[in-house]
């Protein structure tokens, strides 16, 4: 399977755990982006990556959310001390620089905070 | 901020019947559109877009969207739906050029096609 793949597909924590997710994506793409959606909405955007460089954070929820891609391949989401509001769907999305937008998403993280 | 407008948030058509959602978005600049699909257990697919050019485009599985530019619209349709249609589908906008690059998605539109 060459499409973008995620790690966990499901989990379940207590309240103030920390939690982290992977992303693998196609390997040809140089564009990573993490979303969050919650039930009822459409993803939301939250970060992107070009190559290591992590181009846009501003819509990072909060400082509790961290994320990051060291060689330019993989990407991790972290989200330290949670809370029951980030029990959400987490998607990764990968792209071609130059695409125009088009993206490539995995099957998704889905956290359940308990 | 740009934002993505669905109409409907819950569709129930029969097979056969044509099919028509709504997406309205607000920016005013130069955007790109797209139109995603989500299956029932299944990631998020691209179903068609428009960067350019004709504004009447054809993606995959007999759907089409017309872009009018003037009502800030970017409407997916289908002449005859399958049961196999049944999904969740996201009108979605890219500020082009824009330094994000991020799709900005509407709340998606849950159609139910019974048989």
């Known amino acids: 399977d060459t499409g973008v793949s995620q790690d966990p597909r499901h989990k379940i924590t207590k309240r103030g755990q920390n939690v982290t997710f992977r992303c693998d994506p196609i390997?040809?793409?140089?564009?990573l982006y993490w979303y969050r959606q919650t039930l009822g909405q459409g993803p939301e955007f939250l970060t992107y990556?070009?190559?290591?460089?992590?181009?846009?954070k501003s819509r990072l929820l909060s400082d509790r959310f961290s994320a990051e891609r060291p060689k330019g391949s993989f990407s991790t989401l972290e989200i330290q001390r949670t809370e029951q509001g980030d029990s959400a769907m987490y998607l990764c999305?990968?792209?071609?620089?130059?695409?125009?937008?088009?993206?490539?998403f995995g099957e998704g993280s889905r956290l359940t905070v308990l | 901020a740009q934002s993505v407008s669905q109409h409907n948030h819950h569709v129930i058509l029969s097979e056969a019947a044509s099919l028509e959602l709504g997406c309205n978005y607000s920016?005013?600049?130069?955007?790109?559109l797209f139109w995603y699909v989500q299956y029932p257990g299944q990631h998020l697919q691209l179903l068609l877009k428009?960067?350019?050019?004709?504004?009447l485009v054809k993606g995959i599985k007999g759907f089409e969207a017309e872009f009018i530019k003037s009502k800030f619209s970017f409407n997916l349709r289908k002449p005859s739906v399958q049961w196999s249609d049944t999904a969740e589908y996201f009108c979605?906008?890219?500020?082009?050029?824009?330094?994000?690059?991020?799709?900005?998605f509407g709340k998606g539109t849950h159609l139910i096609i019974q048989p």
């Open positions: 999305a990968s792209s071609r620089q130059g695409a125009g937008g088009e993206l490539f």
């Open positions: 390997s040809e793409h140089n564009r």
């Open positions: 990556f070009q190559n290591e460089a992590q181009l846009e």
């Open positions: 920016y005013g600049g130069t955007v790109n």
């Open positions: 428009y960067f350019s050019g004709d504004p």
């Open positions: 979605a906008v890219n500020l082009r050029g824009g330094g994000a690059d991020g799709l900005t």
